[in-house]
């Protein structure tokens, strides 16, 4: 998964552009988030859980 800025998604970039868009709506993005997670692990059964988790996940706080 790329979108564009040569680093896997969500890039540092693509991270500001969310937490923008969802600023009044944090759970919205977890769980988008969370959907983008469980449709990564579909695609991309050859990548760790945990890797795709953190990368997914694991930068929301």
Do not use: I, K
């Amino acid at each position: 998964m790329n979108d564009g800025c040569g680093a896997p998604w969500p890039c540092r970039t693509r991270r500001r552009e969310l937490q923008a868009e969802f600023a009044d709506a944090p759970m919205s993005l977890a769980v988008y988030m969370g959907a983008q997670f469980a449709r990564a692990t579909e695609n991309l059964t050859w990548a760790p859980a945990g890797t795709l988790h953190r990368r997914s996940l694991g930068w929301l706080r």
